[in-house]
């Protein structure tokens, strides 16, 4: 009911349980597209009321950031080769975390978008280039977006049954699959030396470092990260761009320091 989200909602909101606006977001944006599927799949016919909840804004969250001096930083191209080396020379191998970081570097999507990923949402385009269809984002525009798929990650996602990323077993009050698999992403990164302000999000943002690099018009940019766009012309009444028109930009994301090593 209304009454118990929202009694969950003030639970979360609590000073006293000290948690960082961003991720009281996030739990909110995960649950409201939770019910977004499920109505639009018609499992359910409840409300949404997670779009009746208060929203917090990326002003509040960067200025909670500021406070803390977790303000997020993109890996540099260094970065992403020291990362890869470290993942690859483990005694323990660990085959979906390195293959969730691969996806992530090239796809730029979120954590819990990759991981929730599967093979049913592969598709081909006439021409025959793969691409994925998020079926899940935190936000309405990033649900069922299209990602051109890059030449490099074919090789491990295509032909796969099943969900794209292992993440090991799922056990969390939020069923949230990324939960486990990106502690331990957390952990090696922190192994490494890296600090508060570079995480796995950070590989996001590398991402968009590229396509910008890349001369990525704004607009497609957006289609592909699953932004929204603010204006009234693009942002109300523009649909996604066809995703041949994405590609040649994908195409142009490279990494030359991670791309020795492959």
């Not at 660990?94 to 979120?110: K, P």
């Not at 486990?180 to 922190?190: E, N, Q, V, Y």
């Not at 950070?202 to 018009?217: E, H």
């Amino acid at each position: 009911t209304l009454r118990k989200v929202e009694s969950w909602w003030d639970k979360l909101n609590d000073p006293a349980k000290s948690k960082a606006p961003s991720t009281i977001r996030k739990y909110r944006s995960h649950c409201r597209a939770y019910m977004n599927w499920l109505i639009r799949k018609g499992y359910t016919s409840i409300p949404n009321y997670f779009d009746q909840l208060e929203q917090i804004s990326k002003k509040d969250i960067a200025k909670d950031q500021r406070k803390r001096g977790t303000a997020r930083k993109p890996f540099s191209d260094n970065d992403l080769a020291t990362i890869w080396q470290n993942l690859t020379l483990r005694k323990n191998q660990d085959t979906g975390l390195n293959e969730l970081f691969l996806i992530a570097v090239y796809t730029g999507c979120r954590i819990e978008e990759i991981c929730n990923l599967t093979s049913n949402d592969l598709r081909q385009t006439a021409s025959g280039r793969f691409y994925i269809d998020v079926p899940i984002s935190k936000t309405e525009k990033g649900t069922n977006r299209s990602v051109p798929l890059h030449s490099v990650l074919e090789k491990i996602v295509v032909g796969r049954a099943g969900y794209l990323v292992d993440v090991g077993k799922v056990n969390n009050r939020y069923g949230e699959r990324s939960s486990a698999i990106g502690k331990k992403f957390g952990r090696l990164k922190d192994s490494i030396g890296f600090g508060k302000d570079k995480v796995f999000h950070s590989i996001r943002k590398s991402f968009t470092d590229k396509l910008k690099q890349a001369g990525t018009p704004e607009l497609f940019a957006a289609d592909i990260l699953g932004h929204e766009i603010k204006t009234m012309s693009y942002g109300v009444y523009a649909s996604a761009a066809p995703v041949e028109t994405l590609i040649p930009y994908i195409d142009n994301v490279s990494y030359p320091e991670l791309e020795k090593l492959l």
